[in-house]
């Protein structure tokens, strides 16, 4: 038995569900623990695109089961509509697919009020996807949300709507409650037989001896204690959320891979130390396809950056680093790497909390040769150009990791394994 994690360590799009992926042969379960659709994970398999919001990315191997944990908020909709999708792909989802009777539930209320949060958010506009996700968690802490055991209990839920409205003082909206409760009815006839306990399965495959997956969303500084807030996600997205988000302690875990870019993005709004602007960050965002798989937003662009990817290192015990879309940077005639923040002529190597410090921070750099070869066919590490090699024991050695993993293009197997240890 095995039970990794597979965790973004930035402000997520690291590429995490193709270490999933990649991993994901020997996996007997993969395991969502926490965010909402606001997640967006592509993967390309044998030149075919599959872009997965709220199912694990683990549903491409057929006899995978993929969990829904409690600590994940869904739309009803959206997810049926999801599934609905990849089935249309060819997907079987029969008996392969659980989703916690527990999870939190996303409603068009929720969305109307990411629209207007971010509309009249000035000092800390966020630039949320605006799918309801954060007004979602916000009802869930304040108890007045619907989770989706609530869906199998016609008056329950009902009289849970009025409550949620009257909550958000709309208890005029008598329509859109109805709306709401006739959607749900609708969606539990979809979503009622992939309902279970996620807890009491994981449970059951620790005995077991099976091999679990947990597979990430957003990154570690996008989580809402311990990321640059308040430009954060709603949920907690380091390794010790999967236990609250799944049930299955983090004391269990066998391995904590973290999953870094070979170079920085940032979606939404907030400080960003490394970022670029000009032909070098349109290069790299063209080249990496840098564009949001939920929103198709442009990604900001920025060098790799050492001094966060340390913090999350720590944060998160990593055990390893995967490091992704290396092939981007082909091309590139010099490389840099942050090593470390001048603010106030201190020199920093941990990053600042307040994100009016943060974004006065002036990154100093280790300058490293770019190389020229295309990696797309590289399968090892002794076949990498030499500073690309280079380049990959300047990370390591900055964060005191091994980097187990590298990935080298957007197929499955433009993957290898690896460590310099």
Not at 70 to 80: C, F, M, Q, S
Not at 91 to 98: C, G, M, S
Not at 293 to 314: C, E, K, L, N, S
Not at 334 to 348: A, D, H, M, N, T
């Amino acid at each position: 038995m095995s039970a990794i994690a597979i965790l973004g360590c930035m402000w997520g799009d690291e590429a995490k569900a193709k270490i999933v992926d990649y991993l994901g042969d020997r996996a007997d379960y993969v395991v969502r623990f926490q965010g909402g659709s606001n997640a967006g994970h592509t993967i390309v398999l044998e030149g075919q695109k599959y872009v997965f919001h709220s199912v694990p990315s683990g549903i491409l191997y057929p006899k995978t089961k993929c969990l829904i944990g409690p600590g994940v908020v869904i739309d009803p909709l959206d997810l049926v509509q999801e599934i609905q999708d990849l089935e249309a792909c060819g997907l079987n989802f029969a008996k392969r697919l659980i989703i916690d009777e527990k999870v939190g539930i996303v409603l068009p209320l929720h969305q109307t009020l990411d629209d207007n949060n971010e509309a009249q958010l000035k000092a800390a506009k966020i630039g949320t996807t605006r799918r309801g996700i954060g007004p979602a968690y916000a009802d869930m802490t304040a108890r007045s949300g619907i989770r989706l055991g609530d869906l199998a209990h016609p008056a329950y839920l009902k009289q849970r709507l009025r409550e949620l409205y009257l909550y958000h003082g709309l208890s005029s909206h008598k329509d859109a409650i109805q709306h709401d409760y006739a959607q749900l009815r609708e969606a539990w006839k979809s979503l009622q037989q992939y309902t279970a306990s996620v807890e009491n399965i994981l449970h059951e495959a620790r005995i077991s001896g099976a091999n679990i997956l947990f597979e990430g969303a957003q990154g570690s500084l996008l989580d809402r204690i311990w990321g640059s807030y308040p430009y954060v996600t709603s949920s907690n997205t380091i390794v010790d959320a999967i236990g609250i988000g799944s049930g299955f302690s983090a004391r269990l875990l066998d391995e904590v891979l973290g999953v870094f870019k070979a170079y920085a993005t940032r979606v939404g709004e907030g400080p960003f130390p490394t970022q670029i602007e000009g032909p070098l960050a349109d290069k790299i965002r063209q080249q990496g396809h840098e564009f949001g798989a939920t929103t198709g937003r442009p990604r900001r662009i920025g060098h790799f950056d050492a001094v966060m990817a340390a913090y999350t290192a720590r944060l998160n015990t990593l055990d390893g680093i995967a490091l992704t879309l290396l092939d981007v940077l082909s091309g590139i005639e010099e490389l840099k790497v942050c090593v470390g923040y001048k603010y106030k002529s201190r020199v920093l190597t941990t990053p600042l909390a307040h994100p009016l410090e943060l974004s006065k921070v002036e990154p100093l750099y280790l300058d490293l040769q770019g190389w020229d070869a295309d990696l797309s066919k590289v399968r090892s590490l002794d076949t990498l150009p030499h500073n690309a090699r280079i380049y990959l024991e300047a990370i390591e050695d900055l964060l005191k990791l091994p980097i187990k993993i590298v990935s080298v293009g957007r197929e499955r197997n433009q993957t290898f394994k690896t460590s310099f240890e």
